[in-house]
């Protein structure tokens, strides 16, 4: 026998049933994918799908090369035939803006985009952070806000209700302003950050220079005063950027939606600007972001597009549906309406016959495969969970009937004309 080879770290099956270590079902998940369509559907969201595969300049462009996601965790190989690199998205954003300039879709006007798929990252797993992870993504093209910011926020508190989780989420806003205002905090960040290099440790003095706002992400306590006296870019706002953020603000507060303002609430990709959003719980230990996203004004014209502002959020549907399943609702029938059984001489075709009526009638069916005793089949009957049980028998089906049972038992167990198979079993489930 050869030895077992096992899924990649970090990456995970999504089985029929929970494991050990990663509680997620697959059924659980085509129910949120099902939801999501929905939700998308009602607010006007068209879907879009890219490939996995980009040519690895794309994010370097839009992410940014001194982010934590470019820097280290992308996976990224050459292609056998020639020397162009590609790499396996690490998010969404990026491919839909590549798709929009490519095929020209802004040509009518803005348009509302939204993808659902696999994004990698070479991130150490743990609970809620994996190698490859799954987002939800939506984003809102050629749409200047602040209208529109509210939309996708509101969408995201929508959903969030609709699963249960609302009341463990907190929405953090911030607003990070236009390049010349970042610039000039950056200008007064890197010079405050100066006066107390001796202080900083190594990551945070590597930061100065390449990204000194990650320097105010720190999670090192020793640094906490040090940055919690540091320029706040919220001083650094021009009059249009802080009447965004206030419209944004009034537009949230009309729909009774709570924030938080964070202003040290930066992201860790470069491409935003203005509002920027997270979604945070307590209910998740260290991963504790379940959606983010903010605005992108200057990204379609970045990845060679004429200029279009841009909104969006992603969510992690891992780390959503551990939420969901712990604390929130998300009904999803995983067993058959009906459990097909039958025995003796022909009756195999009748009764494959009445499973096919049956699903032409939107009952989900499962219909018993084999030899096995009437017993046997009972039992896994039982055990698929199935409401309602249909019998065919020799005897009852020289007599054009068929046997019903309700496997809960309220109903018991009938002899009806198949005929009247379809109107029983409507009348039962009521
Ligand atoms: P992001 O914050 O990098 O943003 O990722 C969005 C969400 O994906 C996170 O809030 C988290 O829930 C989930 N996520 C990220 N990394 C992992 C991981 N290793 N394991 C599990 N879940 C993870 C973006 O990707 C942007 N494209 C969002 C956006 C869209 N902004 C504008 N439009």
Same mark, same amino acid.
């Given at each position: 026998m050869?030895?077992?080879?096992?899924a990649?770290k970090?990456?995970?099956d /999504?089985?029929?049933? *929970?494991?050990k #270590?990663?509680?997620?079902?697959?059924?659980?998940?085509?129910?949120?994918?099902?939801?999501?369509?929905?939700w998308t559907?009602?607010?006007?969201?068209?879907?879009i799908?890219?490939?996995?595969v980009?040519?690895?300049g794309?994010?370097?462009?839009s992410?940014?090369?001194?982010?934590d996601?470019?820097?280290?965790?992308?996976?990224?190989?050459?292609?056998?035939? #020639?020397?162009l690199?590609?790499?396996?998205? &690490?998010?969404?954003?990026?491919?839909?803006?590549? *798709?929009?300039?490519?095929h020209?879709?802004?040509?009518?006007? &803005?348009?509302?985009?939204w993808y659902m798929?696999p994004?990698?990252?070479?991130?150490?797993?743990q609970?809620?952070?994996?190698?490859q992870?799954?987002?939800?993504?939506?984003? @809102?093209?050629?749409?200047?806000? &602040? #209208?529109?910011?509210?939309?996708?926020?509101?969408?995201?508190?929508?959903?969030w209700?609709?699963?249960?989780?609302?009341?463990?989420?907190? /929405?953090?806003?911030?607003?990070?302003?236009?390049?010349?205002?970042r610039?000039?905090?950056r200008? @007064?960040?890197?010079?405050?950050?100066?006066?107390?290099?001796?202080?900083?440790?190594?990551?945070?003095?590597?930061?100065l220079?390449t990204?000194?706002?990650r320097?105010?992400?720190?999670? $090192?306590?020793? /640094?906490?005063s040090?940055?919690d006296?540091?320029?706040c /870019?919220s001083?650094?706002?021009g009059?249009?950027?802080?009447?965004?953020? $206030?419209?944004?603000?009034?537009?949230? #507060?009309?729909?009774?939606?709570?924030y938080?303002?964070n202003?040290?609430?930066?992201?860790?990709?470069?491409?935003? $600007?203005?509002?920027?959003?997270?979604?945070?719980?307590?209910?998740?230990?260290a991963? *504790?972001?379940?959606?983010?996203?903010?605005?992108?004004?200057?990204?379609?014209?970045?990845?060679?597009?004429?200029?279009?502002?841009?909104i969006?959020f992603?969510?992690?549907?891992?780390?959503?549906?551990?939420?969901?399943?712990?604390?929130?609702?998300?009904?999803?029938?995983?067993?058959?309406?009906?459990?097909?059984?039958?025995?003796?001489?022909?009756t195999?075709?009748?009764?494959?016959?009445?499973?096919?009526?049956?699903?032409?009638a939107?009952?989900?069916v499962?219909?018993?495969?084999?030899?096995?005793?009437?017993?046997?089949q009972?039992?896994k009957?039982? @055990?698929?969970?199935?409401?309602?049980?249909?019998i065919?028998?020799?005897?009852e089906?020289?007599?054009g009937?068929?046997?019903?049972?309700?496997?809960?038992?309220?109903?018991?167990?009938h002899?009806v @004309?198949?005929v009247?198979?379809?109107?029983?079993?409507?009348?039962?489930?009521?």
């Amino acid at each position: 026998m050869g030895q077992k080879i096992q899924a990649v770290k970090g990456m995970n099956d /999504l089985l029929p049933v *929970a494991q050990k #270590d990663f509680a997620l079902t697959a059924g659980l998940w085509q129910a949120f994918e099902e939801s999501i369509a929905r939700w998308t559907r009602r607010y006007g969201y068209q879907p879009i799908r890219t490939p996995i595969v980009e040519q690895t300049g794309l994010f370097v462009r839009s992410i940014g090369e001194e982010t934590d996601v470019v820097g280290k965790e992308m996976y990224t190989f050459s292609d056998s035939n #020639d020397a162009l690199s590609l790499t396996l998205r &690490p998010e969404g954003t990026a491919s839909c803006l590549r *798709a929009v300039v490519e095929h020209n879709l802004l040509y009518n006007g &803005p348009l509302r985009l939204w993808y659902m798929g696999p994004m990698f990252r070479r991130e150490r797993p743990q609970k809620g952070r994996y190698r490859q992870f799954h987002q939800v993504g939506v984003e @809102a093209l050629g749409f200047e806000g &602040p #209208d529109i910011d509210a939309e996708i926020i509101a969408m995201c508190a929508d959903l969030w209700r609709e699963l249960g989780i609302l009341p463990h989420l907190t /929405l953090e806003l911030n607003s990070l302003g236009n390049r010349q205002e970042r610039a000039a905090h950056r200008n @007064a960040l890197v010079a405050y950050l100066m006066q107390h290099e001796d202080s900083l440790d190594e990551d945070s003095r590597r930061r100065l220079h390449t990204n000194p706002l990650r320097v105010l992400d720190t999670k $090192n306590p020793a /640094l906490q005063s040090i940055c919690d006296a540091a320029p706040c /870019l919220s001083d650094y706002l021009g009059e249009e950027s802080l009447a965004h953020y $206030n419209g944004l603000k009034a537009l949230l #507060d009309g729909l009774g939606i709570a924030y938080v303002e964070n202003p040290r609430l930066v992201r860790g990709l470069d491409y935003y $600007n203005l509002t920027v959003f997270e979604w945070t719980t307590d209910k998740l230990g260290a991963q *504790a972001t379940v959606c983010g996203g903010g605005r992108y004004n200057g990204l379609m014209e970045e990845l060679g597009g004429k200029p279009a502002p841009g909104i969006g959020f992603g969510m992690g549907m891992e780390r959503l549906l551990l939420l969901v399943r712990e604390f929130g609702t998300l009904a999803y029938q995983d067993a058959p309406d009906i459990y097909v059984m039958q025995q003796g001489e022909g009756t195999l075709p009748a009764a494959m016959q009445y499973a096919m009526q049956l699903r032409a009638a939107g009952w989900q069916v499962l219909q018993h495969a084999g030899s096995q005793s009437l017993k046997a089949q009972m039992k896994k009957a039982d @055990a698929s969970g199935a409401r309602f049980a249909l019998i065919v028998g020799e005897s009852e089906l020289a007599e054009g009937r068929v046997t019903l049972k309700d496997m809960q038992g309220v109903r018991g167990q009938h002899t009806v @004309a198949a005929v009247d198979m379809m109107n029983t079993l409507d009348e039962w489930k009521q």
